[in-house]
């Protein structure tokens, strides 16, 4: 089944150690999200990549950065992990209808990552 | 700010009634709307979604009404199940690749 898979599920590291979380996709979606979600949050969009092209957020922290070497997958680097960071970090792909700029398609989720910083 | 609000934390439905999960936005840009189930310990999936130029969108046991003019939508389920317990998000596209959630309200049916 086609399907948005993330690795690790869950995720432990200590204050200030960098970590990385992964993403793949089999939908063969030009668009890949990586969200952040806290109890009882929206989902915060953090930075999406459209093809390669990186999109950030105004008010992601610079200690979030990413990484898509292809269309298959996308990376997600916390470079000074802090307690304010543990959170579920969630990817999604959607394929995006039109010339470029277009509307979403609807977006497809992966089952998260759940980060605990110690 | 807010742009897309779900008010109610939390609803509890008896099974076979009908569960109103509503949505309200404030960005008038917003022309396609959608609302997403989530179990616990896994992502978001899509349930329905309905364009503004329509104010109705039906899919099985699940309902979506969009009143454009009040900024709000709601996501009717009837006859509810205890499958359906769930945190719900309702999400809105300014027309674009990017998706504005709200913070979900957490359904229960009970048996």
């Known amino acids: 089944d086609a399907m948005v898979i993330q690795n690790p599920r869950y995720q432990v590291t200590q204050f200030g150690k960098p970590v990385t979380l992964s993403c793949s996709q089999t939908?063969?979606?030009?668009?890949m999200y990586w969200y952040q979600q806290k109890s009882s949050q929206a989902p915060k969009l953090l930075f999406h990549y459209y093809d390669k092209d990186f999109n950030n957020e105004a008010d992601t922290p610079d200690n979030f950065q990413s990484r898509r070497p292809n269309t298959s997958f996308c990376f997600l680097d916390i470079r000074s992990p802090g307690l304010g960071d543990a959170a579920m970090y969630l990817c999604?792909?959607?394929?995006?209808?039109?010339?470029?700029?277009?509307?979403?398609?609807?977006?497809?989720f992966g089952p998260g990552t759940r980060l605990t910083v110690l | 700010d807010q742009q897309v609000k779900q008010n109610s934390p939390s609803l509890s439905v008896q099974e076979g009634r009908i569960s109103i999960l509503n949505c309200d936005y404030t960005?008038?840009?917003?022309?396609?709307f959608l609302w997403y189930k989530k179990y616990p310990a896994e992502g978001p999936t899509f349930l329905i979604s309905i364009s503004s130029i329509k104010d109705k969108n039906e899919d099985g046991r699940f309902t979506v009404f969009l009143n454009k003019s009040a900024k709000h939508l709601s996501l009717h389920i009837v006859p509810s199940q205890p499958g359906d317990s769930a945190v719900y998000f309702c999400a809105a596209s300014p027309g674009s690749e990017k998706l504005v959630f709200g913070k979900g309200t957490k359904l229960t049916v009970n048996p």
């Open positions: 960005n008038s840009m917003f022309d396609y």
């Open positions: 939908l063969n979606h030009n668009v």
């Open positions: 999604a792909t959607s394929r995006v209808l039109g010339v470029a700029g277009g509307r979403t398609d609807t977006q497809y």
